[in-house]
């Protein structure tokens, strides 16, 4: 594919269009094509010609909510274009809008003819990803039906059963088959001298359970209008700091993005709920870690996030053992999936419970929650979810069993369950890959954060005095046994985890960070760890590296073994404030503000670990999702560890 992808988000929904405002139907890469809903593609090829081809681009789309470009029929030099089109789409819940406006270039009427080219193939996301898996879709049957003013294209497997209709406004002349299975809406339109015509169209995707009464808008600009509302909304009432433009920039960005990716969940009693989702385009759905995050980073400046995400993965709690979902009584939910293979059980991701840090990340927002709010009505109702947590954390986490929160690799998903989940994520500092099962140093601090803030509920709200004092000294043992486990002293670091026999995996990494995070290092270690993430080889001058330069495992273009992610270091520099390190904070707060400032105040999923003295601009991360939200959450994290110095 030589055509950039644009993505468009809208809650639950996006759609990925060409420079030329196509999608050509193109299957897997890590990029996606199409508009997709509930992890399925609804709209798989749209493809505009004009008087039967495909018009040049005069100005290409450009990033941003709404896609709009300029298109001219192809001519030459001597040959000025009889007319030009304006090209405008938009996405909302379940929709995607095109306008398309045609006028005339030419004194006398001129007649063009115009044609989009629409299928909808209803691919499961997971047949995309270039993992080169294939899932057998026995009796899977897709129809189509031509309608007044468009075509409905429908797919049944079982009781599956998915729709996305196109409609336009004026009708189209014609609806004619391709011989591909697509549908072809064809309008001649005759133009005045320098006259315009305008054209709506509109898609609706319907998936399968979607009950819901929706209303396709009108225009591309009443979508825009919707969603700029719902920004005003999201930023309303938080004061950035006046000093400092750049953060300031940063932080409305991240509540702008976090407006748009807000997706529909449901709380414990069945009431609605919009929570964050982990980012697009590839999760644009709860996961439980990047959920709790988000509005822990959140929380002092819209506390409505923490008040949506504790209920909803409550709601998804596990209550019983699942192999294939690693599932625990008690274990928080680490991804929900709503498409086809997830329905039919193709995937394990209907209701994955791969994570060991969702768990004690949902006691640690619930907690911090209810002491930032003062609201002690949502910590009473979800007393019994948070005791089923900490009991998971005790029993099949490994917490009495083995004294640490421990995973195994998971063969149908996850091979690593924490935060660095790529399989060669946990490694030692040769890059050698631990056996057995693996304790990961940041579940840890977690886990001791998670002790004591529950133990804090359990004795100011709960009113259950022994319950407290039990997990006040669970979370000492744990900081002692960690400390005496983990440390290396011939590094003044941290392990980043021990394998199956408690050897110490010996790479130098970022997860020490979070341990400053959650207060699990004794002072002294703390400051040295704090001072050693702002070492050259670890702080790239963008932020701290995942994994410290000069180890043999270290690559900057690696997923979990040398790049920068926006989050990890937003954690950092929390720690280093609650050490007393501000110096440090504001470091890392510069850093990643400088890399914001270069790419339009948008904090990615991740950058390349390249340092700004030999690369002046940060690098991008090949495959990172363009919109995140825990980096979109990063920056009001920063003004928290920093404020607007």
């Known amino acids: 594919m030589t055509d950039r992808h644009h993505l468009l988000v809208h809650g639950g929904t996006f759609a990925a269009v060409g420079d030329r405002g196509d999608i050509s139907g193109y299957r897997g890469g890590s990029a996606p094509d199409g508009m997709f809903v509930q992890d399925a593609r609804h709209l798989s090829r749209w493809q505009l010609t004009v008087d039967g081809a495909v018009p040049d681009t005069l100005t290409p789309v450009a990033d941003g909510d709404t896609a709009r470009c300029v298109l001219v029929p192809r001519g030459g030099r001597n040959e000025p274009p009889a007319y030009t089109l304006f090209r405008e789409q938009a996405v909302g819940d379940a929709a995607f809008v095109e306008s398309l406006r045609v006028t005339s270039n030419r004194p006398v009427p001129t007649t063009v003819r115009l044609a989009v080219t629409a299928d909808a193939d209803f691919t499961d996301q997971f047949e995309l990803r270039s993992d080169h898996r294939t899932y057998t879709k026995a009796g899977a049957v897709r129809s189509r039906k031509v309608l007044g003013h468009g075509v409905e294209f429908t797919y049944r497997r079982g009781e599956w059963r998915s729709v996305t209709t196109v409609t336009a406004d004026p009708q189209p002349d014609a ?3 391709t011989g591909t299975g697509a549908r072809r809406l064809v309008w001649t339109l005759d133009l005045e001298p320098h006259g315009t015509a305008e054209l709506v169209l509109r898609v609706m995707a319907r998936p399968h359970g979607d009950k819901r009464a929706l209303r396709v808008p009108r225009s591309p600009a009443a979508l825009q209008e ?19 433009p750049e953060l300031s920039a940063a932080c409305a960005r991240g509540l702008a993005d976090l407006a748009a990716l807000q997706v529909p969940a449901t709380g414990p009693d069945g009431e609605e709920l919009r929570v964050p989702a982990a980012g697009a385009p590839w999760f644009l759905t709860l996961l439980g870690r990047d959920a709790l995050l988000t509005s822990l980073f959140t929380l002092p400046y819209r506390p409505r996030l923490a008040a949506a995400t504790l209920p909803a993965l409550a709601a998804t709690q596990a209550t019983d053992t699942g192999v294939s979902e690693v599932a625990q009584p008690g274990k928080i939910v680490h991804e929900v999936r709503h498409g086809e293979l997830a329905h039919f059980g193709q995937v394990p991701y209907a209701r994955y419970y791969g994570s060991v840090d969702a768990t004690p990340l949902f006691l640690v927002l619930l907690g911090a929650y209810t002491e930032q709010t003062g609201d002690t009505g949502l910590a009473r109702r979800l007393e019994r979810h948070a005791r089923a947590a900490v009991g998971w954390m005790l029993d099949h986490g490994g917490l009495t069993s083995r004294g640490y929160l421990v995973y195994r690799a998971d063969q149908g998903g996850l091979a690593n369950q924490n935060w660095k989940d790529s399989p060669g994520a946990i490694c030692s500092a040769e890059g050698t890959r631990p056996g057995g099962p693996v304790t990961a140093a940041g579940a840890q601090g977690y886990a001791y954060d998670a002790l004591r803030r529950t133990a804090w509920l359990a004795r100011t709200v709960w009113q259950d005095v022994t319950y407290a004092d039990l997990l006040e000294q669970a979370a000492g043992d744990l900081r002692d ?5 983990f440390w290396m002293p011939e590094h ?25 995070w959650s ?14 993430l702002l070492e050259p080889d670890f702080f790239s001058g963008w932020g701290v590296r995942t994994l410290a330069a000069g180890q043999p495992a270290y690559h900057p273009l690696s997923y979990h073994r040398g790049s920068v992610w926006p989050h990890d270091n937003a954690l950092i520099a929390l720690g280093l404030a609650r050490y007393g390190l501000h110096d440090e904070a504001r470091a890392i707060a510069r850093g990643l503000v ?14 390349a670990g390249y340092g700004r003295d030999t690369h002046p601009e940060p690098v991008p991360y090949p495959h990172a999702c363009v919109r995140e939200s825990r980096s979109a959450s990063a920056p009001l994290a920063l003004l928290t560890a920093v404020g607007g110095a």
């Open 175 to 177: 609806v004619e088959e």
């Open 226 to 244: 919707r969603l700029l509302a719902r920004e005003g909304r999201f930023m309303e009432g938080v004061a950035f700091p006046a000093g400092w």
């Open 481 to 485: 046994r960690f400390q005496r486990d």
């Open 492 to 516: 003044s670091f941290p392990a980043l985890a021990l394998d199956g026999g408690g050897r110490q995996v010996d790479a130098l990494a970022s997860d020490a960070g979070h341990l400053l």
């Open 519 to 532: 207060g699990l290092l004794d002072k002294e270690y703390g400051e040295q760890v704090g001072r050693r």
């Open 594 to 607: 400088d890399a914001a400032s270069a790419t339009g105040h948008r904090l990615p999923e991740v950058l």
